[in-house]
């Protein structure tokens, strides 16, 4: 029964030098051929076409990275301004509270004045 046989090193050597040969015929016989030449230039030409399609879909998500980060400052100003204008209104709730309540307490310390006056 015969085995698989094992290449040799020479026999290896020989085999790619036949592929590479085959190889450099076939890509001379490509280029003297005029339709080769077009498929090249058209290749070319939709690379071109992909390259400037790239760098404005590039340029478009930059444009809207850059106005959604501008949103957010604008809606993080928002939220600050509005945050300070609830603490203004609340210190002034407290000081209306605070000048209420002096109000009352100078009320009943005045009826206190005038109930032992009274007396």
Known sequence: MAGFKDPGFTERRNAAAEARKAALEKFR????????????????????????????????????????AQLALEAEREAAAQAERALIEKAAREAALQAEQKTARDARYAARKAKSKKR
Do not use: C, F, I
């Not at 690379?47 to 400037?52: F, M």
């Open 29 to 68: 016989a490509n280029a003297a051929d005029p339709a080769a030449a077009e498929r090249q230039q058209a290749r070319t030409v939709s690379a071109g076409k992909r390259a400037e399609a790239n760098m404005l879909r590039a340029t478009a998500k930059a444009e809207k990275k850059a106005r959604d």
